[in-house]
Structure formats: C-alpha cells, structure tokens
C-alpha cells in the first residue's frame, strides 16, 4: 500500500484535459509543498513535470500544471498528445523521508 | 546536462549482499542531497534512502534501515549503497536520483537509468 493514494488509471482524447489527484495526509502533501509529478514511460527513468506543487521545468511543456489544496495534489495535462499516454507518479516530502503515490495509467484514447 | 549512471545491479542469492554506485557529473555533486529509489518489477517507486551534501546525514526507508547503507564520495563524485541481508522483495530496477536544490526536502530533478537487482535462488 502507496503512502499517497492515486487512481490507478485515467483516460482521454486528444486534445481533452485530464486530471490526476494524489491525496497524502497532513504529514505529508498537507504539510509541506515539496510535491512532484514524474512521468514514466514503460522501461525508461521517470522524468520530472512538476515540482514544489505547480512549478514546471524549463523544457516541460505548459500543458503540465499542478495544485494543491489541503491534503490532495492534482495535476492537470491540458491538449491531451499521444505522447503523453505514460505512468505519473505524485511524490511529497514526508519529514526525514519521501513517499510516492502508487502510479496513475494515462491512456490517450 | 546532468548525468547519472548507475552500476553494480545483479543476480544474488537471498542473504547476499550488493554495492551500487551511481558516477555523476555535470552539476556541483557536494553540494546536493542524493536518493535511492527503486522499482519492482511491474510495480511504482519507492524511495529507499537519501544522504546529504557532506555526507553526514542519512535517511532510511523503514523497509531497508538496518540492511542498507547509504555513502558518497564527493572526491570521486560517487553515490553509493552498500545492501546486505537482501531478501527476495529487494529485487527492483534501483535508480540514483539528484536532489532538485540544496534544501533537504525538494525533491528528485534528475534520476539515472538504473540498475537491476535480483534476489534470487
């Protein structure tokens, strides 16, 4: 059992918009705003879309957001791409320790 | 770019032990926290262990503390973890990860490629 807790998988067409929500604790994404969004694609490292809750790095298209309000993260992936059909992983800063939530399947229909 | 390379992953018998390295280069390796994680087969990551800039301070996954050491070499720009009393459930690719800045808790801008260790008889 994950420490944050996602859907296991979402969908959409391209084009659309979905959402992904990590709800963590107050000891975790309600206390701190040390959250990230990873992207996995099958057999390759993660790859960071979103950290300290909703900044992006520089080379992340802007179609990647993030939030937060009280124990719940969400990302946001606006004008759905093929590419972006991946694994996304939330992970917060937990004190002395980092948690990750268990996965969400994006399937671009 | 920053790079991160993972070596030192393998076959090992239940009980056995393993040292990962992870060689880095291209950013200021003391001046940033480093992390373990890893990935079982099929399943999410799991962050194992993080250490300091200077090495003084560790962190510990409460599944590994105890089996698991976490080193560095700033000299040689060289992550480590030393894993012993390994069990079948360690088995995971294992992934070095940088931290994004020089504040404890930020989390994990770069990662490796990783390394594949198997617990197995």
């Known amino acids: 059992q994950s420490a944050l807790t996602q859907p296991r998988s979402v969908s959409g067409s391209p084009g659309q918009s979905v959402t992904i929500s990590c709800t963590g604790t107050s000891s975790d994404v309600g206390d701190y705003n040390y959250v990230s969004w990873y992207q996995q694609h099958p057999g390759k490292a993660p790859k960071l879309m979103i950290y300290?809750?909703?900044k992006g790095p520089s080379g992340v298209p802007d179609r990647f957001s993030g939030s937060k309000s009280g124990n719940t993260a969400s990302l946001t992936i606006s004008g759905l791409q093929a590419e972006d059909e991946a694994d996304y992983y939330c992970?917060?800063?937990?004190?002395?320790?980092?948690?990750f939530g268990g996965g969400t399947k994006l399937t671009v229909l | 770019e920053v790079q991160l390379l993972e070596s030192g992953g393998g076959l090992v018998q239940p009980g056995g032990s393993l040292r990962l390295s992870c060689a880095v280069s291209?950013?200021?390796?003391?001046?940033?926290?480093m992390s373990w994680v890893r990935q079982a087969p099929g399943k999410g990551l799991e962050w194992v262990s993080a250490i300091s800039g200077g090495g003084g301070i560790t962190y510990y996954a409460d599944s590994v503390k105890g089996r698991f050491t976490i080193s560095r070499d700033n000299s040689k720009n060289t992550l480590y973890l030393q894993m012993n009393s390994l069990r079948a459930e360690d088995t995971a690719v294992y992934y070095c990860?940088?931290?994004?800045?020089?504040?404890?808790?930020?989390?994990?801008?770069?990662w490796g490629q990783g390394t594949l260790v198997t617990v197995s008889s």
């Open positions: 300290d809750v909703s």
């Open positions: 990860a940088k931290h994004k800045d020089l504040a404890v808790k930020s989390l994990f801008d770069y």
């Open positions: 992970c917060s800063y937990a004190g002395s320790r980092w948690v």
């Open positions: 291209r950013f200021t390796f003391n001046n940033y926290v």
